[in-house]
């Protein structure tokens, strides 16, 4: 079965300088979630986007910013790169069935590492 | 605050029955309680979900108090394959964000 696909898998930059994370949802799947988890944390969720317009946001930090394309496919934009930003970043996917109650699914994540 | 609350960590002899409790007290009428599991560096694993019946997928049964203010995770054998950090959390319909806290880590040992 389809699975959510993140690229790269990983990815190396330095401090200040910008990064692009990307996101192909299962087909079908209207909503795409973000999440940042730190070493040794549990993930924080960012942003989420239902039918291509922002649905809620989490603790993203204002230098992040992230879009849903007509493809339904996500890009989380990360700029000014800090340190602390070295984390892996989550992407993730869902339907909407008519109760309203739906599981997610993750893709295998992107490890951001800022040097 | 934290809407769940799950003990920090729990062992489970290989080929045992893992239960995994979660109390969520100050749940609302219309919140679904969900558990996820993350091995370790993986994404996130969606378990099962539930409002107020108990249920079961080829993976685990939640059973949720009639009074809805906890539930537990059972995984019937659990192998080695399982040990991994398990998330309850609950949330409302419709609602996209979901939210980890602090989950269990589980061990299963041989």
């Known amino acids: 079965a389809a699975g959510v696909i993140q690229s790269p898998r990983h990815l190396i930059k330095e401090k200040r300088e910008t990064a692009t994370l990307k996101c192909y949802p299962i087909?079908?799947?209207?909503?795409v979630y973000w999440y940042q988890q730190g070493p040794g944390q549990d993930p924080q969720f960012l942003i989420s986007?239902?039918?291509?317009?922002?649905?809620d946001k989490g603790s993203i930090p204002d230098r992040f910013s992230a879009q849903q394309f007509s493809d339904y496919h996500s890009e989380l934009n990360m700029s000014s790169l800090e340190l602390g930003d070295s984390a892996l970043y989550f992407c993730?996917?869902?339907?909407?069935?008519?109760?309203?109650?739906?599981?997610?699914?993750f893709g295998s994540g992107t490890r951001l590492t800022v040097v | 605050d934290a809407k769940t609350t799950q003990p920090p960590s729990m062992d489970c002899a290989e080929g045992r029955a893992a239960n995994l409790p979660c109390n969520h007290s100050?749940?609302?009428?219309?919140?679904?309680v969900y558990w996820y599991r993350q091995i370790h560096s993986q994404g996130p694993q969606y378990i099962i979900h539930?409002?107020?019946n108990n249920e079961t997928n080829e993976m685990a049964s939640l059973i949720i108090t009639e009074d809805r203010k906890s539930s537990t995770l059972i995984l019937p054998h659990a192998t080695l394959r399982d040990t991994a950090v398990y998330y309850c959390?609950?949330?409302?319909?419709?609602?996209?964000?979901?939210?980890f806290g602090a989950g269990t880590r589980l061990t299963v040992k041989p």
């Open positions: 986007f239902y039918e291509k317009m922002q649905s």
């Open positions: 087909p079908r799947h209207d909503t």
């Open positions: 959390i609950v949330r409302p319909p419709y609602d996209n964000d979901m939210r």
């Open positions: 100050t749940i609302s009428g219309n919140e679904y």
């Open positions: 539930g409002l107020k």
């Open positions: 993730a996917s869902s339907p909407t069935p008519l109760d309203g109650s739906y599981g997610y699914t």
